[in-house]
């Protein structure tokens, strides 16, 4: 089991940048891989982004490649997502999470853990 904090939300202006971080608990934490989700209101919970254990590869979800960098220290138990070039629409609760990459790959995740509180990002336009 690994227990999973997210921060670094805040208030931005489109265009601006912000970084996230996850905090793990857990010694084995190297072995799961982990994916940065969000949830705008009224909408579902979508992946973002992912990366495998060893960081050696990272997913992203088409509508933040290019803007959104995710990486990982696993020294630290920690996952970060830098967000450049922000979006109105990139407003969410984003939340982070580790599991296993399904046969549909690592941003499709199973086994996940239970659910943190989340980070809330608003970026104004």
């Known amino acids: 089991q690994v227990q999973l904090v997210e921060s670094g939300g805040g208030l931005v202006q489109a265009g601006g940048s912000l970084k996230l971080s996850c905090a793990a608990s857990?010694?084995?934490?190297?072995?799961?891989?982990v994916g940065w989700f969000r949830q705008a209101p009224g909408k579902e919970r979508d992946v973002v982004a992912a990366?495998?254990?060893?960081?050696?590869?990272?997913y992203y979800a088409d509508s933040v490649k290019g803007r959104f960098t995710i990486s990982r220290d696993n020294a630290k138990n920690t996952v970060y997502l830098q967000m450049s070039s922000l979006k109105a629409e990139d407003t969410a609760v984003y939340y982070c999470?580790?599991?296993?990459?399904?046969?549909?790959?690592?941003?499709?995740?199973?086994?996940?853990?239970?659910w943190g509180k989340g980070t809330l990002v608003t970026v104004s336009s």
């Open positions: 999470n580790a599991g296993y990459c399904s046969g549909y790959g690592c941003l499709s995740l199973y086994g996940i853990q239970k």
């Open positions: 990366t495998d254990g060893s960081a050696s590869n990272t």
């Open positions: 857990g010694r084995t934490f190297s072995s799961y891989a």
